[in-house]
């Protein structure tokens, strides 16, 4: 549920006259209360519930590593600059193997082509292929194994020549 829809669940509500209004989703909580006096003021309480332990914990540790690599010098930027970043379709958990005992899709220096499987992404427990939109040769990988990623979030760096 995405903050649109959200907007729209508060008009909703709000013009219906119900005082109070709970939506229980599998990892979303939404209670709105609206005044009793009609003064027009409403409340919104957005909890989001973490799935397991684990993935709660290692969460605040993701935006911290993009922040200690928004500093790099001047010449780091001009040497990533002739790479192509593979981005993140959907939030989910990166895997860089389709099961534990297999091995990795892809590792650094290995060549790909447009169709490549390079990672899966579970979301919502369904195993998502990640496919390579272009061909070239893996320079870096930007997630860690078994790590939350989030939309539009770089995974790998490809070097098109």
Known sequence: MDIKEIQNLIKFVAKSGASEVKLEMDDIKITIKTGADDKGESTTYVQQIPMNQPVAQAMPATPAAPAAEATPSAPAI????????????????????????????????????????????????????????????????????????????????????
């Open 78 to 161: 001009a040497e990533d600059s002739k790479y192509i970043t593979i981005k993140s379709p959907i939030i989910g958990t990166f895997y860089r193997k389709p099961s534990p005992d297999k091995p990795m899709f892809v590792e650094v220096g290995s060549t790909i082509g447009e169709g490549d499987v390079l990672c899966v992404i579970e979301a919502m427990k369904l195993f998502n292929e990640i496919e390579s939109e272009v061909s070239g040769k893996i320079v870096k990988v930007l997630v860690d194994d078994s790590s939350p990623v989030e939309f539009d979030q770089p995974l790998f760096l490809v070097d098109p020549s």
